[in-house]
């Protein structure tokens, strides 16, 4: 299989442009929820014929980022990106099928570039606030018609922001993936140990009431540390599971300490 391939192409495409509309639910338009990871993950899989891997995205983003809400003047990591392009980087990136370090490493990828999505949307919500500025600024019988041009044009910003983010994430993850399935069995076996993982990950942010800004490093670098040595060490998952604990409880620690 070629790097490019036109059925490729024509899927990262249809899933840009659906991914597009999906990320208007996040505070554009009816926020019915769809665009959550556990949803927007499975139906991008079911779009591309494996909803399995959707699931398995959408679950572990969703236990991530579920107490990061866009309140106030927070805006919160794109977990609907990178549910939607990690989904389809994975899929697209080995269509044969399930494969759980392919999962596994298109998680990390479209979680490591969170803050570009986070700084895509601040963006789009400041050119949406001058048009909400100019709108008000109108009197006469022209103000209703422009409100409401500023209401349609806010709505097409934040969809051209998402296609823009897929277009440029999707074919540079398909490319990495596909990288990775050519190197070394242990990278593999570290990868999948790093998914089985991301679940406990998942549940002590939610316990701890963690909302981070982007990618709490301490906690990820713990996780990625205690592959590393199991993989370097073979040594049981008994033995990684309280390594990954630590690293996260000592990051956690010094970072309360430096607060």
Sequence with gaps: MTFVDPHTVLSALGIAIAGGLIGLDRTAV????????????????????????????????????????????????????????????????????????GVGFSI?????????????????????????DAAQSASGPDLRKRIARAHVSGIGVFFLKSLA???????????????????PDPFHRAMALFVKLLPLMGVALAARKLSMKAVDLFLLGGFILAVLM???FQAPALVILPLAVAGGLLGARYRDRRS
């Design 165 to 183: 983010v897929y277009l440029a994430f999707i074919p540079v993850g398909i490319a990495a993936v596909r990288l990775f399935l050519a190197m």
């Design 108 to 132: 990390l990828l479209t979680v490591i570039l969170a803050p570009i999505t986070m700084m895509a949307d601040q963006v789009a919500r400041q050119f949406n606030s001058r048009l909400a």
């Design 230 to 232: 199991g993989q370097m």
């Design 30 to 101: 009816g926020q019915f929820m769809i665009s959550q990871p556990i949803v927007a993950g499975p139906f991008t899989g079911w779009l591309l014929g494996d909803a399995t891997t959707g699931l398995l995205v959408g679950a572990a983003l969703e236990l991530i980022w579920i107490l990061d809400m866009p309140v106030g003047a927070f805006v919160p990591a794109d977990s609907t990106a990178a549910a939607i392009g990690a989904t389809a980087i994975a899929i697209l990136g080995n269509p044969g099928g399930v494969y759980v370090p």
